[in-house]
């Protein structure tokens, strides 16, 4: 499982094997085992350069909390990323709450009309 995330985010990252090693300061072969499985017990030193180097969580690595998606998850921590670099905060994003209800409403009509036809 862990290979597997590992190269689903590697390839999400648009990183080689030789790029991730270099960003992680682990070795290509240590990460190409990793990959195919024949490594499946990695410290949690080694998951901590790995996840710092891939910019996503160690959950995400280890799929705790991905369940199955792990693109999915990606594309929200790169959102959160880009907020964070916009410098807007959680409470600011809070205000964007009647917006989303809208969109959730505006969907359900959506939705509620393709039923009737």
């Known amino acids: 499982m862990i290979g597997e995330n590992l190269k689903k985010v590697r390839e999400i990252r648009g990183l080689s094997l030789s790029e991730l090693a270099e960003k992680a300061g682990i070795s290509k072969s240590y990460l190409s085992n990793m990959e195919r499985n024949l490594n499946e017990n990695p410290s949690i030193q080694v998951l901590d350069k790995i996840s710092k180097a891939l910019q996503v969580d160690i959950q995400t690595l280890v799929g705790v909390k991905t369940s199955g ?19 807007i905060e959680k409470e ?10 809208f969109l959730k409403w505006r969907q359900e009509v959506s939705s509620n009309d393709g039923e009737l036809d």
């Not at 594309?75 to 907020?83: K, N």
């Open 69 to 87: 998606n792990v693109e999915l998850d990606i594309e929200w921590m790169d959102f959160i990323d880009e907020l964070r670099e916009l410098r």
């Open 92 to 101: 600011k994003i809070k205000e964007l709450r009647p917006i989303i209800e």
